[in-house]
């Protein structure tokens, strides 16, 4: 099969050169706007012509847009015009957040759609590629594209799983608080390790090895089980000594928000719960 590659950023020469080395797929044509960026990614993925022109492209029965989430309905309405598309070709995007609905101008003209996305940041394409087996590749669209997404995903390494139709809001949703907030709250307690005297290091040595023990126990046994801390033993009174230390506003309501949030997985006696509940909802301090 052949693979033409619209958008060759980060994310979609490390995918185009995975399926070359894999053997599953040739590869067709790399477009960017940019000349110098296409033959770039044509280098690392050690295969395609590139261009920057839609008009360009060879036949292929593959197609993927790994433009920027707000150029996909854009460059879908555009190649739904191109003589080379035909019926029956699969064409997919790999955004976290836009399901296939976005491709709509290229199913109307018999195009077979749908989404392929990795769970894995693309930061580096030469260390995604090394990681890319094992990753969990989340599948959806047409029910004629989801065999073939799945046999995509393996060619990569990949661990395909099917989300529910309307569900990649919410799966992109979790993704961003599993990871990107993971680096919010590290940084939050960074600012409280601050303000108690230990300095950026010193931080890092004291919550890193917490951070990542805990990640392993809520893997392990589940967040409920894994849970400790004041709000599992409905400790108001320190959760009260937490409140009046933090001197940053916006810190303040996060630790309240977060452990509103934490109430549901302490198994406590009703009043321990309602006093914790009264406690974290009160203003902030002025």
Same mark, same amino acid.
């Given at each position: ?71 996909? !309905?854009?460059? $879908?309405?555009? &190649? @739904?015009?191109? #003589? *080379? %598309?035909?019926? =029956? ?96 709250? !590290?940084?939050? $307690?960074?600012? &409280? @390790?601050?303000? #108690? *005297? %230990?300095?950026? =290091? ?85």
């Amino acid at each position: 099969m052949r693979l033409n590659l619209i958008g060759a950023g980060r994310l979609g020469r490390t995918l185009a050169r995975a399926w070359r080395d894999a053997g599953h797929c040739e590869i067709g044509a790399v477009l960017c706007r940019d000349a110098a960026h296409a033959r770039a990614a044509v280098a690392f993925i050690g295969a395609g012509q590139p261009t920057t022109t839609l008009n360009d492209l060879p036949a292929a029965e593959l197609w993927l847009i790994a433009t920027p989430d707000g150029a996909i !309905a854009q460059v $879908a309405a555009a &190649l @739904a015009q191109v #003589a *080379g %598309l035909r019926g =029956d070709d699969l064409v997919f995007h790999a955004s976290g957040a836009l399901d296939a609905a976005v491709l709509a101008p290229l199913a109307d003209r018999g195009a077979v759609c749908g989404s392929l996305h990795p769970a894995l940041s693309f930061a580096d394409p030469q260390r995604a590629l090394a990681a890319l087996p094992g990753t969990a590749c989340a599948l959806e669209g047409a029910a004629t594209a989801l065999p073939r997404l799945e046999a995509l995903a393996q060619a990569l390494g990949g661990q395909p799983f099917r989300l529910a139709p309307g569900g990649k809001a919410a799966y992109h949703a979790a993704t961003v608080v599993a990871s990107n907030y993971l680096v919010t709250l !590290a940084a939050l $307690a960074q600012q &409280l @390790a601050a303000q #108690a *005297g %230990l300095d950026t =290091d010193a931080a890092s040595a004291v919550l890193g090895p917490l951070m990542r023990q805990t990640l392993d126990n809520v893997l392990a046994l589940g967040p409920a089980a894994a849970l400790t801390g004041p709000i599992a033993r409905g400790d108001a009174q320190t959760v009260a000594r937490h409140l009046a230390a933090i001197d940053d506003p916006l810190l303040e309501a996060a630790y309240r928000t977060l452990g509103l949030a934490t109430l549901p997985l302490a198994a406590l006696p009703a009043d321990q719960r309602e006093a914790l509940a009264g406690l974290l909802k009160t203003d902030p301090k002025p």
